[in-house]
């Protein structure tokens, strides 16, 4: 069946501020929340749009970033655990190089101090974020655009270094190119202001994992990953994994799924349908089939696919949703006051209020739910509380195997800003 390569760690794709942010399942992207200029939430139209990016500017930040992971069964190998950390932050506003794919190249430095260390996955040290961007005036609006992303995430990798050999540094460096430039931003926010962004993209991630004298850990991971993915939810994932395995996961927009495995152990093929009714209650076909690898003259036996109709998990108990992947972005408001998960952050005016909603099906057995609530101030996002619950399945059967909820709290405790014009980022990492 299809298989993770190492501890899931839920948190796959981010919200930003105002748009779904360059983060991708599964990967190591950087999600970035965007911040316009100083404005009223509600403000009246004027003339015309003061620039949101503007080449040169700088700002500096250090806040927290906290995320608890909890099980809803905890066990040796699902424990629950918090991590946390302190981060310090530059955003710079450049004037993009010739030949760049857009005008702007907002960068984003970030370091992490640990105060708490998780038990597993990655432990963070930093990240740099080049987001290439274009803004668009039309009268009083001002448009903000990605149109191409490259990030690169060092990380401990606490899993590896478990099994000794560590410590082990994980290096992944992300490049992500959109189909059409993606609005994160029509400024000024203006209240009740609801939009749908669309996730249409290409992410290419290259990963390597060392230790001091430059040997790979015992553990498996992907090497590289190109995926592709369509408006619709549909999506090609291509994965070299480090012990030479290689997978080709295709998934249509109408949910069903294949998957091929190719490598030095054995070579293995899954095909997931689309449900079917019987008697009122649909199931999912599925296949199987593996074939051992082995050296020598002799021919390798054909091993015949194993069929089963698996319990439909998908939600309501139906067809697949459509898209597979939905997100909304609303612009609730003024808050009147921050909640107790903000506590520490920095005091700023006018704070207006943004909310992410964001549901995620991918046939290969789990299905996420994210919300996101975004405490902007004038252009800054003091606050930023995230929930993730994920289920995953078993293929063959239905079943469910691991509830998981991620709960993510990023709190700015200072800003030192020379200009309320530049367009300020407040990262994302996904954890």
Same mark, same amino acid.
């Given at each position: 069946m299809?298989r993770?390569?190492?501890p899931?760690?839920?948190?796959?794709?981010?919200?930003?501020a105002l748009?779904?942010?360059s983060?991708?399942?599964?990967?190591?992207l950087?999600?970035?929340?965007?911040? #316009?200029?100083?404005?009223?939430?509600?403000?009246?139209p004027?003339?015309?749009a003061?620039?949101?990016?503007?080449?040169?500017?700088?700002a500096q930040?250090t806040?927290?970033?906290v995320?608890?992971?909890?099980?809803?069964?905890p066990g040796?190998?699902?424990?629950?655990?918090?991590?946390?950390?302190?981060?310090?932050?530059?955003?710079?506003?450049?004037a993009?190089?010739?030949?760049a794919?857009?005008?702007?190249?907002?960068n984003?430095?970030?370091?992490y101090?640990?105060?708490?260390?998780?038990?597993?996955g990655?432990?963070?040290?930093?990240q740099?974020?080049?987001?290439?961007?274009?803004?668009?005036?039309?009268?009083?609006?001002?448009t903000?655009?990605?149109?191409?992303?490259k990030?690169?995430?060092?990380?401990?990798?606490?899993?590896? #270094?478990?099994?000794g050999?560590?410590?082990?540094t994980?290096?992944?460096?992300?490049?992500?190119?959109?189909?059409?430039?993606?609005?994160?931003?029509? $400024?000024?926010?203006?209240?009740?202001?609801?939009?749908t962004?669309?996730?249409a993209?290409?992410?290419?991630?290259?990963?390597?994992?060392?230790?001091?004298?430059g040997?790979?850990?015992?553990?498996?991971?992907?090497? %590289?990953?190109?995926?592709?993915y369509?408006?619709?939810?549909?999506t090609?994932k291509?994965?070299?994994?480090?012990?030479?395995?290689?997978?080709?996961?295709?998934?249509?927009?109408?949910?069903?799924?294949?998957?091929?495995?190719? #490598?030095?152990?054995?070579?293995?093929q899954?095909?997931?349908?689309?449900?079917?009714?019987?008697?009122?209650?649909?199931?999912?076909?599925?296949?199987?089939?593996?074939?051992?690898?082995?050296?020598?003259?002799?021919?390798v036996?054909?091993?015949?696919?194993?069929?089963s109709?698996?319990?439909?998990?998908?939600?309501?108990g139906?067809?697949?949703?459509?898209?597979?992947?939905?997100?909304?972005?609303?612009v609730?408001g003024p808050?009147?006051?921050?909640? #107790?998960?903000?506590?520490?952050?920095?005091?700023?005016?006018?704070?207006?209020?943004?909310?992410?909603?964001?549901s995620?099906?991918?046939?290969?057995?789990? $299905?996420?739910?994210?919300?996101?609530?975004?405490?902007?101030?004038?252009g800054?996002?003091?606050c930023?509380?995230?929930?993730t619950?994920?289920r995953?399945?078993?293929?063959?059967?239905?079943?469910?195997?691991?509830?998981?909820?991620?709960?993510?709290?990023?709190?700015?405790?200072?800003?030192?800003s020379?200009?309320p014009?530049?367009?300020?980022?407040?990262?994302l990492? %996904?954890?």
């Open positions: 299809f993770f390569y190492r899931v760690l839920f948190s796959a794709i981010c919200l930003s748009a779904v942010a983060c991708s399942m599964g990967g190591n950087a999600g970035v929340v965007p911040l #316009g200029p100083a404005a009223s939430p509600s403000a009246s004027t003339a015309s003061a620039a949101v990016l503007v080449a040169g500017k700088v930040y806040g927290t970033d995320t608890a992971f909890v099980y809803a069964s040796p190998t699902q424990a629950n655990y918090t991590a946390g950390y302190t981060f310090a932050q530059t955003t710079t506003v450049n993009a190089a010739t030949g794919p857009a005008p702007f190249d907002v984003v430095a970030t370091t101090t640990t105060t708490q260390t998780p038990t597993t990655f432990q963070h040290i930093s740099i974020v080049d987001n290439y961007e274009s803004q668009t005036a039309s009268g009083a609006s001002e903000v655009a990605l149109v191409a992303s990030s690169v995430t060092v990380d401990t990798d606490l899993t590896a #270094g478990a099994n050999g560590g410590p082990y994980s290096t992944s460096t992300v490049t992500t190119t959109y189909a059409s430039p993606r609005a994160v931003g029509v $400024y000024p926010l203006v209240t009740g202001k609801v939009t962004p669309t996730i993209r290409t992410a290419t991630t290259s990963t390597t994992d060392v230790n001091a004298a040997t790979r850990p015992n553990t498996t991971f992907p090497v %590289s990953v190109t995926q592709s369509a408006s619709d939810g549909s090609t291509t994965s070299v994994i480090s012990n030479g395995e290689q997978n080709v996961f295709t998934e249509s927009s109408n949910g069903s799924a294949t998957e091929n495995v190719t #490598g030095p152990i054995y070579l293995a899954e095909t997931i349908g689309v449900p079917v009714p019987a008697a009122g209650v649909y199931t999912i076909p599925y296949t199987y089939a593996r074939q051992d690898v082995q050296s020598g003259p002799t021919p036996p054909t091993i015949t696919p194993r069929a109709n698996a319990a439909d998990w998908y939600p309501g139906a067809l697949p949703p459509s898209p597979l992947v939905l997100a909304t972005v609303t609730k808050a009147t006051a921050l909640p #107790g998960g903000c506590s520490g952050a920095i005091a700023e005016p006018n704070v207006v209020e943004v909310d992410s909603v964001q995620s099906l991918n046939v290969n057995g789990t $299905y996420e739910t994210q919300t996101q609530q975004t405490f902007d101030s004038n800054t996002a003091v930023v509380l995230r929930t619950t994920t995953s399945y078993d293929n063959s059967t239905g079943l469910l195997l691991v509830t998981a909820t991620e709960a993510y709290a990023q709190i700015l405790t200072s800003l030192t020379p200009s014009s530049a367009r300020i980022m407040s990262t990492r %996904s954890h």
